[in-house]
């Protein structure tokens, strides 16, 4: 048989009231009250949303579900269907040479990642090289692009589908 206490914490009272502000927090005479009694809480939430995968597995890479792409002193479409996608890869860019990702939507360009050396940049052989690991959204009609401005420069990677536009999960 269970058995019934009291608790009185003031740091369980401050969560409380900090977690369930619309609960009004505990009010004057109203006690916490707790029990022996051991009853289990199962989270179905990921099989709920559609998936089976832990979160950080749903984002995961796969040989099946993966497009590669690169851009070589020019712009390409990357993605140009709905949903979110991961884009990852590198991005090699050389002295005065610039590249970035781009959505589109058909009409104007906002740009997301710009990789270069800057104004101050001298000419010659200098090197640098970054990492991007993102998450997009693309609605109708949007495209994400990236493009180099110069043939040494390069940028590429892979994409794959986490969801669908309506946020419905899709393994990989």
Do not use: C, W
């Not at 709920?48 to 832990?54: F, I, Q, T």
């Amino acid at each position: 048989m269970a058995q019934e206490f009291t608790i009185k914490s003031e740091a369980i009272e401050s969560k409380i009231n900090q977690l369930l502000p619309t609960q009004g927090g505990f009010q004057p005479g109203v006690d916490f009250s707790a029990s022996t009694m051991v009853i289990p809480i199962v989270d179905l939430t990921e099989t709920a949303e559609g998936s089976s995968l832990r979160q950080d597995l749903q984002s995961a890479l796969s040989h099946a579900k993966v497009t590669s792409f690169e851009a070589n002193n020019g712009t390409v479409t990357v993605i140009n269907t709905t949903g979110y996608f991961r884009v990852t890869g590198t991005a090699r860019i050389f002295s005065n040479a610039t590249g970035s990702f781009d959505i589109t939507d058909g009409f104007s360009s906002k740009e997301l990642f710009e990789f270069g050396f800057g104004p101050n940049a001298s000419a010659g052989t200098q090197m640098t090289q970054y990492l991007f690991d993102f998450i997009v959204k693309l609605e109708a009609g949007d495209s994400l692009t990236a493009k180099t401005s110069a043939l040494a420069s390069f940028v590429g990677g892979t994409t794959r589908q986490v969801a669908d536009l309506s946020g419905n999960l899709v393994n990989p």
